[in-house]
């Protein structure tokens, strides 16, 4: 079985750094790109063509919602999960522009 390809986007290298450990430890999943900003998820996300991007809605540049929007318009098939610390509007915002879900940074 082909691992799930991952992407993640979010502008703390700590999270990315513990966040890929621990989808690395598992053979069904391979992160294959590591984006900072906005704007790097949506480049990385068209190179890349990852099955799942973790995105960040707060980062530097295009935030997240605004790069889910666009992903999901060119990159459909890619499944978008909002990883955030706001359970507020913000989260319903990111799931019309596109995202699957949405993680809590807390959880």
Do not use: C, W
Not at 39 to 65: F, Q, S
Not at 71 to 82: D, Q
Request: proline letters at 5%; zero cysteines; glycine letters at 8%.
């Amino acid at each position: 079985m082909k691992p799930i390809r991952i992407l993640i986007a979010d502008d703390h290298p700590v999270f990315r750094f513990g966040m890929r450990a621990l989808l690395n430890s598992d053979s069904e999943m391979m992160v294959v790109g590591e984006a900072k900003t906005g704007e790097e998820a949506i480049v990385m996300a068209e190179t890349l063509k990852p099955d799942v991007i973790l995105m960040d809605i707060n980062m530097p540049g295009i935030h997240g919602i605004e790069a889910t929007r666009q992903i999901a318009a060119r990159s459909p098939s890619i499944s978008i999960l909002m990883v955030t610390m706001m359970e507020d509007d913000t989260v319903l915002a990111a799931l019309r522009a596109g995202a699957r879900g949405y993680l809590l940074k807390g959880a």
